[in-house]
């Protein structure tokens, strides 16, 4: 079965044929910095990051550019705001997306251009968008001419007529309320760059079409983003790059949001949410399991209590992990998933459905450790390696493990004092000192450890919170 996805453009699911035989080209609209990531903004990378992990898992070489918009209105009324220069503010929170894409597993893209070091290919691109009739320079602005382009909406399935275009301050001269800026005239204290038509700065959209076309060329195949995205930002991605003579993007994938009482997750919430503190009260791999195993384009409804089953979900994945490695020692992933979880995959990325299998997985491999059929055991956990692997959440990989050498010298560090601890509970127990036996189980549990009782001697894991 090949590779299907949603398109937004065709409003259907495609059989995906990428461009180039064997590889694979994606844009994704990765961050603008003018705040750090909270889990909504995190989710668009978590999302791709899984996409690109399956092609190349079906043996596609995959070229994943993930740009940062580095200057734009928000940025500069951040400076303005905040008596910081735009660069500072800028630099401050690529930083901490980075941080966010990295605690959360996703892989770093093959190119991660900023806005601002593409300023002579964003002139080229508006010079040729004149030449063509396309655009026009009016004081100081360069606008998109949106009648000149016949499929201008086809994206997003608006009606030209009724069409209400966002538009900032300052972006006076233009031929029809409806054209867009590509390039926003210089205002006194904004950052500038000198242009054939006078100083200024990028208007939002010119940057993806500029850099889309430098790192991907002409024609790529997929086109990414979350749904707020469609319109106006990729709706005017599309009019300027074919425009320009490019055919763009082959595919339109669109993730949905994480919301919070239905409403999109937004900065107003404060730092609750930011992914830098959402790490210190939950474990990065626990929150990649959240934010990535829904559906792409399902909205996620953000709560404690989703999180916390989230949790329980993956403690039993873990701990089934943890039960044949004691017994068997390190497993290696198998070298292919199960067909349904393929299957499930190949199908626009069907996560709900291919975890399905990674749990049907998990109770074949605990039916196996409770027959003592240490064979079947080992196998289920290679095929459960080989799943988790390819979504970014297999424990026992280095990122999770932080180095293997390390986290097994430290479970062993761990397992040791343990081991002590419940040998006291032991002793007590052999005494009849039922008190305080109780009272260790108790601690050990208040410490965030599960004690089971079993004939071969108590064991731990750790537990959920």
């Given at each position: 079965?090949?590779?299907r996805?949603y398109d937004?453009?065709t409003?259907?699911?495609r059989?995906f ?14 961050a603008?910095?003018?705040?750090a990531p909270?889990?909504g903004?995190i989710r668009?990378g978590?999302?791709?990051?899984i ?5 190349a898992y079906?043996g596609?070489d995959v070229?994943?550019v993930?740009?940062v918009?580095?200057?734009?209105d928000?940025i ?7 008596g910081?220069p ?5 630099f401050?929170?690529e ?6 894409y990295?605690?959360?597993?996703c892989?770093p ?5 900023r806005?601002t070091g ?6 080229e691109m508006m ?6 009739g396309h655009a026009?320079?009016a ?5 998109f001419?949106?009648r ?5 909406l086809?994206l997003?399935n ?6 209400r275009?966002?538009?900032g301050e ?5 031929r029809d309320?409806r ?5 926003k005239?210089a205002?006194?204290?904004e950052?500038?760059?000198e242009t054939?038509?006078g100083?200024?700065?990028?208007g939002w ?7 889309a076309?430098?790192?991907l060329?002409?024609a790529f195949d997929i086109?990414?983003?979350g749904?707020d995205l469609?319109?106006p930002?990729?709706e005017?991605e ?7 003579g490019?055919d763009f993007?082959a595919?339109?994938?669109?993730n949905?949001?994480?919301?919070l009482?239905g409403?999109?997750m ?5 730092n609750?949410?930011?992914v830098s503190e959402m790490?210190?009260?939950?474990r990065?791999?626990?929150l990649r ?6 559906h792409y ?7 404690e209590?989703?999180l916390r089953e989230?949790e329980s979900?993956f ?7 943890q039960r ?10 198998a070298?292919d ?9 190949d199908d626009?990325l069907?996560v709900?459905?291919?975890?399905a299998?990674v749990?049907t ?5 605990n039916?196996?450790l409770?027959?003592?059929d ?12 080989a799943m ?5 959440l297999?424990p ?21 004092l ?5 040998e ?6 052999g ?5 305080t ?6 601690q050990l549990q208040?410490?965030?450890?599960v004690?089971e ?9 750790l537990g959920?919170r």
């Amino acid at each position: 079965m090949s590779i299907r996805l949603y398109d937004t453009s065709t409003r259907q699911i495609r059989d995906f044929v990428p461009h180039e035989p064997g590889h694979v080209s994606i844009y994704l609209c990765g961050a603008t910095v003018q705040a750090a990531p909270h889990i909504g903004h995190i989710r668009s990378g978590l999302n791709f990051d899984i996409m690109r992990r399956w092609f190349a898992y079906r043996g596609y070489d995959v070229t994943f550019v993930r740009n940062v918009t580095d200057i734009d209105d928000k940025i500069i009324a951040k400076s303005a705001e905040q008596g910081r220069p735009w660069w500072s503010i800028g630099f401050e929170n690529e930083r901490a997306f980075t941080s966010a894409y990295d605690v959360l597993g996703c892989l770093p893209p093959t190119y991660e251009p900023r806005a601002t070091g593409h300023i002579p290919e964003m002139i080229e691109m508006m010079r040729g968008l004149i030449d063509r009739g396309h655009a026009y320079a009016a004081e100081g602005n360069v606008y998109f001419d949106v009648r000149s382009y016949p499929e201008y909406l086809r994206l997003s399935n608006q009606d030209l007529d009724g069409l209400r275009q966002p538009s900032g301050e300052g972006e006076t001269g233009k031929r029809d309320p409806r054209d867009f800026a590509m390039w926003k005239a210089a205002k006194p204290g904004e950052p500038s760059w000198e242009t054939p038509w006078g100083r200024g700065r990028p208007g939002w959209h010119l940057e993806c079409s500029a850099m889309a076309h430098k790192y991907l060329g002409s024609a790529f195949d997929i086109h990414g983003g979350g749904v707020d995205l469609i319109f106006p930002h990729h709706e005017n991605e599309i009019a300027q790059a074919k425009g320009f003579g490019d055919d763009f993007a082959a595919y339109w994938a669109h993730n949905a949001w994480v919301t919070l009482s239905g409403e999109k997750m937004s900065k107003s919430l404060g730092n609750s949410v930011l992914v830098s503190e959402m790490v210190k009260r939950w474990r990065p791999i626990l929150l990649r399991y959240y934010l990535g195993t829904p559906h792409y384009r399902s909205m996620i409804e953000y709560s404690e209590e989703a999180l916390r089953e989230a949790e329980s979900a993956f403690a039993r994945i873990e701990g089934f992990i943890q039960r044949v490695v004691e017994k068997a020692g390190p497993v290696e992933a198998a070298p292919d998933v199960p067909p349904a979880f393929a299957e499930a995959m190949d199908d626009d990325l069907g996560v709900p459905q291919a975890l399905a299998v990674v749990h049907t997985t998990v109770r074949q491999g605990n039916s196996a450790l409770t027959a003592d059929d240490k064979e079947a055991a080992v196998a289920r956990l290679a095929e459960v390696r080989a799943m988790l692997g390819v979504l970014g959440l297999d424990p026992l990989d280095e990122h999770w493990s932080g180095g293997s050498d390390r986290g097994e010298d430290l479970h062993g560090v761990v397992d040791s004092l343990v081991r002590l601890v419940l040998e006291q509970r032991q002793a007590a127990r052999g005494r009849k000192d039922y008190a305080t036996a109780d009272a260790i189980r108790d601690q050990l549990q208040q410490s965030g450890l599960v004690i089971e009782d079993t004939p071969s001697g108590p064991r731990w894991e750790l537990g959920t919170r």
